[in-house]
């Protein structure tokens, strides 16, 4: 079972419509989560963080964790055609100190005009 | 706030040459930073944890002795293929933990494309 695990995709959308990420998790004591965006060619840009149970909302942005389930989301409400992209889930294991990563293999957006 | 920056943004050398890569946080001091590698159509792979003032530590299956890493200072790593090959060639990315934040957000330089001939 791979660390962190998300859907390849692509996942296709229209324009204005919510898209809806998904990642799971294997190490129940993960504390710190993290939802990237990467352009292609380009390096990851960092959408959103979350710590604690629950949603959290930036903008367009909502991110959800259930810590209980492992499962961690991002919701992306009236979807652009700039926000295709590859999303990257990105978990901080228990077992490290120093604030190490995980990533997915990052789910690949396509939001059609 | 939080901006990291790369040089060089590509290079292209020949086989057994070495290659310095620099990374800078520009607006924070990084006790920690990180040196991923990207394959095409790949994820991000942690290479290595560069911590200031001390040695890096470096993920099972990353040569130690190849991917050399300095971290002198809280603003700049780098890191040093050496004797590199055209299998080293990829998107080599750093990214930063801002010592004064209280997450564990990571920020990343804009990625180094190596090409070995």
């Known amino acids: 079972q791979k660390e962190v695990e998300q859907n390849s995709g692509p996942l296709s959308v229209p324009e204005g419509a919510i898209a809806s990420l998904n990642c799971t998790y294997s190490?129940?004591?993960?504390?710190?989560f993290f939802w990237y965006r990467q352009y292609s060619g380009k390096s990851p840009e960092l959408i959103m963080s979350i710590y604690s149970n629950g949603d959290k909302e930036d903008g367009r942005f909502t991110a959800q964790l259930n810590k209980a389930s492992q499962y961690v989301s991002l919701l992306i409400r009236d979807s652009q055609p700039s926000d295709s992209a590859t999303y990257l889930c990105?978990?901080?294991?228990?077992?490290?100190?120093?604030?190490?990563?995980?990533f997915g293999q990052g789910t690949t957006l396509q939001v059609k005009p | 706030g939080a901006v990291v920056s790369q040089h060089p943004s590509w290079v292209i050398c020949k086989s057994g040459t070495s290659v310095k890569i620099e990374c800078r946080s520009l607006?924070?001091?990084?006790?920690?930073m990180f040196w991923y590698r990207q394959f095409p159509k790949q994820s991000l792979m942690l290479m290595a944890t560069s911590n200031e003032g001390s040695k890096a530590t470096y993920e099972q299956g990353v040569e130690k002795d190849k991917f050399l890493i300095n971290h002198a200072s809280l603003t700049l790593s780098t890191l040093t293929v050496t004797s590199a090959h055209p299998e080293d060639s990829s998107f080599y990315i750093c990214?930063?933990?801002?010592?004064?934040?209280?997450?564990?957000?990571?920020?990343f330089g804009p990625g180094t494309r190596l090409t070995v001939l």
């Open positions: 990214s930063a933990r801002d010592q004064g934040g209280t997450g564990s957000e990571q920020f």
């Open positions: 190490d129940r004591g993960s504390q710190s």
């Open positions: 607006d924070f001091q990084a006790t920690t």
């Open positions: 990105a978990v901080n294991p228990s077992s490290s100190n120093t604030g190490k990563l995980i």
